[in-house]
C-alpha cells in the first residue's frame, strides 16, 4: 500500500511536470465548445467563406439539445479520444526504453501497485477532461439551445468515463504488452478505430464496448434501452480482464528494460 | 461584418491563447526537444490549437 501511494504521488508529479493535467482537459473543451458554437454560428460562417452562388439558401435543421452534445460526444470520440490513447499508450514502455524503469525494477516493488499507479492516475486524467469538456459543452449548449435534465446528464457523463478508464486500461495493457511504436498503433486500432468500425457494422450486435458512448448518449433521450446495463457490465468486465492481463504481462517484460 | 457576441466566442480565445503560451514557455524552458527547437517554436506560433497539442505530444524528449 505504501509502495502504491509513492508511485502514485511520482505519477501525478510526472503528470504535472509535463503539463498533461493542463492541456488534456483544455483540448476537450475546446472539442466540446467548439461544436454548440459552429452550429449556432453555421449561417454566418458559411456567408462569410462558403463563397456561395445568389440565391442559394440553405436550411439548417434545428438542433435539440441532445443533437449537440452528441456532436460532441462524436468529437471526443475521434479527436479527444485518439490524443488521450496516444499519451496513455506510452506510460509503461517509455519508461521502459528511456531506463527510467531500472531504477524502479531493481527495488522490491509489486507490478501491481506499479500498474494501479499508472492506471488511477490516465483514468483520473480522461475523467477530468472529459468532465470538463462536457460541463464546457452542456453551458454553451445551455446558453444557445435549451436545458436537459441535470440527472441524465450527470448518468451520461458518468457513463462515458467509464469508456474513457475502460480506454485507459486498454491502452496501458498494450503499453505493457509491446514497445513504443507497437504499442501505439495497436492501441489507435483497438480503440479510436474500434469505435469506428462498431458504427458501421455495429448494427449486428447489440452490446459492445464501443457502443457504451452512444449508448450513454441515448440516456438522455426518453426512449429506454434495455442494452445498455448489458454494454456496462460487459465494458467492466473487460476492464478487469485489460487489467490483469496488464499487470501479467508488466512482470513478464520487466527484463526488457535498457539499462 | 457580421457582429459578434465575444461574451460567447472570448472563452474559445482564452483557451487557445493559454496553450499557445504554456507551449512557448515550455518550449524556451526545455533543455532538448525531438527534432529542432525553431521548428517546433514555428508550429506552436503558426499552428492554432493544434501546433501547441502536438508538441506536447511529440515534441517533448522525457528523461
Same mark, same amino acid.
Request: aromatic letters at 14%; glycine letters at 6%.
Given at each position: 500500500?505504501?509502495?502504491?501511494?509513492? /508511485? /502514485?504521488?511520482?505519477?501525478?508529479?510526472?503528470?504535472?511536470?509535463?503539463?498533461?493535467?493542463?492541456?488534456?482537459?483544455?483540448?476537450?473543451?475546446?472539442?466540446?465548445? !467548439?461544436?454548440?458554437?459552429?452550429?449556432?454560428?453555421?449561417?454566418?460562417?458559411?456567408?462569410?467563406?462558403?463563397?456561395?452562388?445568389?440565391?442559394?439558401?440553405?436550411?439548417?435543421?434545428?438542433?435539440?439539445?441532445?443533437?449537440?452534445?452528441?456532436?460532441? !460526444?462524436?468529437?471526443?470520440?475521434?479527436? #479527444?479520444?485518439?490524443?488521450?490513447?496516444? +499519451?496513455?499508450? #506510452?506510460?509503461?514502455?517509455?519508461?521502459?526504453?528511456?531506463?527510467?524503469?531500472?531504477?524502479?525494477?531493481?527495488?522490491?516493488?509489486?507490478?501491481?501497485?506499479?500498474?494501479?499507479?499508472?492506471?488511477?492516475? #490516465? $483514468?483520473?486524467?480522461?475523467?477530468?477532461?472529459?468532465?470538463?469538456?462536457?460541463?464546457? $459543452?452542456?453551458?454553451?449548449? =445551455?446558453?444557445?439551445?435549451?436545458?436537459?435534465? +441535470?440527472? $441524465? @446528464?450527470?448518468?451520461?457523463?458518468?457513463?462515458?468515463?467509464?469508456?474513457?478508464?475502460?480506454?485507459?486500461?486498454?491502452?496501458?495493457?498494450?503499453?505493457?504488452?509491446?514497445?513504443?511504436?507497437?504499442?501505439?498503433?495497436?492501441?489507435?486500432?483497438?480503440?479510436? @478505430?474500434?469505435?469506428?468500425?462498431?458504427?458501421?457494422?455495429?448494427?449486428?450486435?447489440?452490446?459492445?464496448?464501443?457502443?457504451? =458512448?452512444?449508448?450513454?448518449?441515448? /440516456?438522455?433521450?426518453?426512449?429506454?434501452?434495455?442494452?445498455?446495463?448489458?454494454?456496462?457490465?460487459?465494458?467492466?468486465?473487460?476492464?478487469?480482464?485489460?487489467?490483469?492481463? #496488464?499487470?501479467?504481462?508488466?512482470?513478464?517484460?520487466?527484463? +526488457? +528494460?535498457?539499462? | 461584418?457580421?457582429?459578434?457576441?465575444?461574451?460567447?466566442?472570448?472563452?474559445?480565445?482564452?483557451?487557445?491563447?493559454?496553450?499557445?503560451?504554456?507551449?512557448?514557455?515550455?518550449?524556451?524552458?526545455?533543455?532538448?526537444?525531438?527534432?529542432?527547437?525553431?521548428?517546433?517554436?514555428?508550429?506552436?506560433?503558426?499552428?492554432?490549437?493544434?501546433?501547441?497539442?502536438?508538441?506536447?505530444?511529440?515534441?517533448?524528449?522525457?528523461?
Amino acid at each position: 500500500m505504501k509502495t502504491f501511494i509513492i /508511485l /502514485l504521488q511520482k505519477e501525478f508529479r510526472e503528470s504535472w511536470r509535463s503539463f498533461k493535467f493542463l492541456w488534456m482537459p483544455l483540448l476537450f473543451i475546446l472539442l466540446g465548445i !467548439t461544436d454548440p458554437l459552429t452550429n449556432y454560428y453555421m449561417e454566418d460562417i458559411l456567408n462569410a467563406v462558403g463563397n456561395m452562388p445568389d440565391g442559394f439558401s440553405l436550411s439548417l435543421p434545428d438542433f435539440v439539445p441532445i443533437d449537440i452534445l452528441m456532436a460532441s !460526444t462524436g468529437q471526443f470520440q475521434s479527436i #479527444g479520444l485518439i490524443v488521450f490513447v496516444i +499519451t496513455i499508450a #506510452g506510460m509503461i514502455n517509455r519508461e521502459r526504453q528511456n531506463g527510467t524503469a531500472t531504477l524502479i525494477y531493481v527495488r522490491p516493488i509489486s507490478f501491481f501497485a506499479l500498474f494501479m499507479s499508472k492506471w488511477v492516475v #490516465g $483514468s483520473l486524467l480522461g475523467i477530468l477532461s472529459v468532465s470538463l469538456g462536457y460541463a464546457g $459543452s452542456m453551458y454553451y449548449t =445551455a446558453i444557445l439551445y435549451g436545458s436537459v435534465d +441535470t440527472m $441524465s @446528464f450527470i448518468q451520461m457523463v458518468m457513463s462515458y468515463c467509464v469508456w474513457i478508464v475502460f480506454a485507459t486500461a486498454v491502452a496501458l495493457m498494450f503499453s505493457a504488452i509491446f514497445k513504443t511504436a507497437f504499442a501505439t498503433t495497436f492501441t489507435i486500432i483497438v480503440i479510436p @478505430f474500434g469505435v469506428m468500425i462498431d458504427s458501421l457494422i455495429g448494427q449486428y450486435w447489440h452490446f459492445s464496448p464501443w457502443k457504451l =458512448a452512444n449508448y450513454s448518449v441515448q /440516456l438522455l433521450s426518453d426512449t429506454h434501452n434495455e442494452y445498455y446495463i448489458k454494454t456496462l457490465l460487459l465494458t467492466i468486465i473487460l476492464l478487469i480482464l485489460a487489467i490483469i492481463i #496488464g499487470i501479467l504481462f508488466t512482470r513478464k517484460n520487466a527484463g +526488457t +528494460t535498457k539499462i | 461584418m457580421i457582429d459578434i457576441n465575444w461574451a460567447l466566442v472570448a472563452p474559445l480565445l482564452v483557451i487557445q491563447f493559454i496553450l499557445f503560451i504554456v507551449a512557448l514557455i515550455d518550449l524556451i524552458r526545455i533543455h532538448e526537444t525531438n527534432g529542432p527547437k525553431w521548428v517546433w517554436a514555428i508550429v506552436i506560433i503558426f499552428l492554432n490549437t493544434i501546433g501547441p497539442i502536438c508538441y506536447f505530444i511529440f515534441g517533448r524528449k522525457t528523461s
